[in-house]
């Protein structure tokens, strides 16, 4: 005879490996990593402020 089995911790087990394979599809479809981001945001912020001192007439250089 074989090892009992506790079917509670198979079927949350199962349902674990389902979840995670799910969201690494996702991840791979939309999702972008935290540095991405950062980096989008940081490069975004900068392109801003270049411009708004561009448009403010910034006269700091001689």
């Not at 074989?2 to 479809?29: C, F, I």
Request: proline content about 3%; charged content about 45%; aromatic content about 4%.
């Amino acid at each position: 005879m074989g090892k009992p089995v506790n079917l509670n911790r198979y079927r949350k087990t199962q349902a674990r490996a389902k979840d995670r394979a799910r969201a690494d599809e996702n991840a791979v479809k939309f999702g972008r990593n935290k540095l991405d981001k950062e980096l989008e945001k940081a490069r975004a912020a900068k392109a801003k402020r270049d411009l708004d001192g561009h448009l403010n007439g910034d006269k700091s250089d001689p």
